[in-house]
Nanobody
Framework: QVQLVESGGGLVQAGGSLRLSCAASGRSFNNYAMGWFRQAPGKEREFVAR????????SYADSVKGRFTISRDNAKNTVNLQMNSLKPEDTAVYYC???????????????????WGQGTQVTVSS
């Protein structure tokens, strides 16, 4: 069982930065692939970034590539999302997610993830 709690959201002007954190509880956190997703009003939840469990291989949605960085600290059971050069279209509720189980493959599909946090609001003003 994995429980996830996001923090770090808020209101920022376009061009600014925010750092989201996801605190995970449960054993073997370091063996779970993790992801960040977001959902804007009236839109479907979409993939933002993911990080693997072993060497921490990362991948990003094209819309955030070069601006966002996902990282993990297995000693602290946290996954972070550093967001720079924010745009109004980045406004959404951001969710942290964990794969279905230890060593499970998790890519950009929502169905790859089983555990979800409650989300944190990010609002970027123009």
């Amino acid at each position: 069982q994995v429980q996830l709690v996001e923090s770090g959201g808020g209101l920022v002007q376009a061009g600014g930065s925010l750092r989201l954190s996801c605190a995970a509880s449960g054993r073997s956190f370091n063996n779970y692939a993790m992801g960040w997703f977001r959902q804007a009003p009236g839109k479907e939840r979409e993939f933002v970034a993911r990080i693997g469990w072993s060497i921490g291989a990362t991948s990003y949605a094209d819309s955030v590539k070069g601006r966002f960085t996902i990282s993990r600290d297995n000693a602290k059971n946290t996954v972070n999302l550093q967001m720079n050069s924010l745009k109004p279209e980045d406004t959404a509720v951001y969710y942290c997610a964990a794969a279905r189980g230890p060593f499970a493959i998790a890519g950009s599909s929502l169905s790859d993830y089983y555990y979800w946090g409650q989300g944190t609001q990010v609002t970027v003003s123009s």
